[in-house]
């Protein structure tokens, strides 16, 4: 790939899957593949293991037929590139040219709609000039024992006229066409000539002409056939953390990512209609195997390599009682397809190819061991010569790895799952000059607890700035507490709401009507959100971040012992 992250895009902690998702289209509709790199899994039954036959293709959007892909560069993703050996000569040069199947289908479509060309008005006295002009040549070269004619050169609107009216001259000819039409690159630019023929030679020069522009579209798409045969084999697909794959592949091959993570969903199970995983995920989900990392390599060495093998056998211990009958399955290249075997096959690391072929051997490895996880008390049969079953896993299919978040995973297939961040309130209307790790300091000293200020840059304007104040899960202190810190911290015209509002605002497209000021009359909203100024919220009694009202003359709980903020679901 020519880059990964734009630059005003940054991965925060509190975003939603929907958020991660624009981060990952964002990339990759707007960067460029350069590899891609294909595993083939096969089982032999005769020799009771996997073959795979792996490719490693260059591909590059080679312009073609009005078709001229603009894309980024990021110079640390070219510097990487550079430090493992990537041939950018080979990628321009040689590069498998695709396009997305909507535009070539698109094009496909404008061939049968090539004949019917807008009428042209002629009006201009040079415009029919010019018609007579070309009447008067043709019909003289018609007279002539001349093959060929070369028409003058013209611009793209001139070359219009010349169509049609060589297009009148044909029909009123009653179908018995004289000659057939062609365009030639001459030395001042595109020329149409005319070619002498019968009207059986030209309709054969016609279709032969249209077959043409056909297979050039066919050519031009290029490594599209192939991520179109993949979906049609109706086979599962695996990557290893592959977020930006996904969104890169259906980018490059498919067409214009959605504006939305439902949609976007939609169109991975339209692509991927037997289901994709993500062998990062199921890694993480099996701690006691993978205590260190969780990253291609470490995952590849720990399982095929042989580097995890005392975890795994304490692992396999744990779950069933005869973990000898659990062995992973075998993997061998298939005759032809060894470029990636023996002792220098780690120096093709980075490669897409190679690391198509790490993923599937990973994966093969992971789903013997969420099948030993799986196993019923007292199971015999041996598994060593078995193909690894997809219905251990099933339960894992369509889960994108989310990293640095509190969300689990995101769920291509089914409903996302939702994360408890009801200790977690924005605070809107700060100053705009606002310090945000200050501000967290100042919080935490006045309320006692560690509270995570994480600044809404979207939200920024000249007047206001706002922020997410993560604060301490398992015992809130109430907003009257957190309100008068915000005004010791002299923020007195924030408004706080609640994490459920600001959540359903942004999704609905009405967070601004939210956060407009509202009349000091009091009150909570009725959904719940504090949106009163900060010092009327100080100055009253609101008990929790539910937005509770106080009764008249009840004191605030007293402050509690508060304990670490941090929630113990946090994966980094």
């Known amino acids: 790939?020519?880059?990964?992250?734009?630059?005003?895009?940054?991965?925060?902690?509190?975003?939603?899957?929907?958020?991660?998702?624009?981060?990952?289209?964002?990339?990759?509709?707007?960067?460029?593949?350069?590899?891609?790199?294909?595993?083939?899994?096969?089982?032999?039954?005769?020799?009771?293991?996997?073959?795979?036959?792996?490719?490693?293709?260059?591909?590059?959007?080679?312009?073609?037929?009005?078709?001229?892909?603009?894309?980024?560069?990021?110079?640390?993703?070219?510097?990487?590139?550079?430090?493992?050996?990537?041939?950018?000569?080979?990628?321009?040069?040689?590069?498998?040219?695709?396009?997305?199947?909507?535009?070539?289908?698109?094009?496909?479509?404008?061939?049968?709609?090539?004949?019917?060309?807008?009428?042209?008005?002629?009006?201009?006295?040079?415009?029919?000039?010019?018609?007579?002009?070309?009447?008067?040549?043709?019909?003289?070269?018609?007279?002539?024992?001349?093959?060929?004619?070369?028409?003058?050169?013209?611009?793209?609107?001139?070359?219009?006229?010349?169509?049609?009216?060589?297009?009148?001259?044909?029909?009123?000819?009653?179908?018995?066409?004289?000659?057939?039409?062609?365009?030639?690159?001459?030395?001042?630019?595109?020329?149409?000539?005319?070619?002498?023929?019968?009207?059986?030679?030209?309709?054969?020069?016609?279709?032969?002409?249209?077959?043409?522009?056909?297979?050039?579209?066919?050519?031009?798409?290029?490594?599209?056939?192939?991520?179109?045969?993949?979906?049609?084999?109706?086979?599962?697909?695996?990557?290893?953390?592959?977020?930006?794959?996904?969104?890169?592949?259906?980018?490059?091959?498919?067409?214009?990512?959605?504006?939305?993570?439902?949609?976007?969903?939609?169109?991975?199970?339209?692509?991927?209609?037997?289901?994709?995983?993500?062998?990062?995920?199921?890694?993480?989900?099996?701690?006691?195997?993978?205590?260190?990392?969780?990253?291609?390599?470490?995952?590849?060495?720990?399982?095929?390599?042989?580097?995890?093998?005392?975890?795994?056998?304490?692992?396999l211990a744990d779950q069933t009682s005869e973990p000898g009958k659990w062995a992973f399955p075998g993997i061998s290249h298939a005759d032809g397809y060894e470029a990636y075997q023996g002792p220098e096959a780690s120096s093709h690391a980075h490669e897409a190819g190679y690391d198509a072929y790490m993923t599937g051997a990973a994966f093969a490895c992971l789903v013997r061991l969420y099948e030993a996880a799986g196993s019923k008390p007292g199971q015999t049969q041996s598994k060593a010569l078995q193909q690894p079953s997809l219905e251990a896993v099933q339960h894992l299919m369509g889960r994108l790895n989310i990293g640095r978040s509190d969300i689990p995973y995101g769920a291509l297939w089914g409903e996302d799952p939702q994360p408890d961040r009801s200790h977690v309130m924005l605070a809107a209307g700060l100053q705009p000059d606002t310090r945000f790790k200050p501000l967290g300091e100042q919080l935490s000293k006045h309320l006692g607890v560690r509270v995570r200020v994480t600044p809404l840059w979207q939200l920024t304007t000249s007047q206001s700035s706002s922020a997410l104040l993560e604060l301490p899960i398992e015992d809130l202190p109430d907003s009257a507490r957190l309100a008068a810190a915000l005004v010791i911290c002299r923020q007195p015209h924030a408004q706080l709401v609640t994490w459920a509002d600001y959540s359903s605002a942004k999704r609905d497209g009405t967070l601004q009507t939210l956060l407009q000021p509202l009349q000091q009359t009091g009150g909570v909203s009725q959904t719940g959100a504090l949106k009163r100024p900060i010092e009327a919220v100080a100055n009253s009694g609101v008990s929790a971040l539910t937005g509770q009202a106080i009764p008249a003359g009840q004191a605030p709980p007293a402050k509690k012992k508060l304990k670490s903020m941090v929630p113990s679901c946090r994966m980094m």
């Open 1 to 315: 790939m020519t880059g990964l992250d734009l630059q005003d895009t940054k991965q925060e902690y509190l975003d939603e899957v929907e958020d991660r998702y624009h981060q990952t289209a964002s990339g990759g509709s707007q960067f460029s593949l350069t590899q891609f790199g294909l595993s083939a899994f096969v089982w032999s039954k005769t020799e009771h293991k996997y073959r795979p036959r792996t490719f490693n293709f260059y591909v590059f959007p080679r312009p073609t037929n009005g078709y001229d892909r603009r894309f980024l560069s990021q110079a640390g993703s070219l510097e990487f590139l550079a430090g493992q050996g990537f041939d950018f000569n080979k990628w321009i040069y040689h590069g498998v040219p695709f396009m997305p199947a909507e535009w070539r289908d698109k094009q496909l479509g404008s061939l049968n709609k090539a004949q019917d060309r807008r009428e042209i008005t002629i009006q201009r006295a040079d415009d029919k000039a010019f018609v007579t002009s070309l009447q008067d040549q043709v019909q003289t070269w018609m007279q002539s024992q001349e093959q060929t004619l070369l028409l003058e050169p013209s611009n793209a609107y001139r070359r219009a006229i010349q169509y049609q009216q060589l297009e009148k001259l044909l029909k009123a000819d009653r179908g018995n066409q004289g000659f057939y039409v062609q365009r030639v690159s001459g030395l001042l630019g595109a020329q149409l000539q005319l070619v002498r023929a019968t009207p059986e030679e030209a309709k054969q020069h016609e279709e032969e002409e249209r077959q043409a522009r056909l297979q050039a579209i066919h050519d031009a798409a290029g490594f599209t056939a192939v991520f179109e045969m993949m979906r049609d084999s109706n086979k599962p697909a695996v990557g290893h953390n592959l977020s930006f794959d996904l969104t890169f592949c259906l980018s490059s091959f498919a067409q214009n990512l959605p504006p939305s993570w439902p949609a976007y969903k939609q169109l991975v199970q339209r692509w991927f209609p037997a289901g994709v995983w993500d062998t990062k995920h199921l890694a993480r989900q099996l701690q006691a195997v993978f205590e260190g990392g969780t990253s291609l390599g470490d995952v590849y060495q720990g399982l095929v390599e042989g580097g995890l093998d005392q975890a795994i056998a304490e692992f």
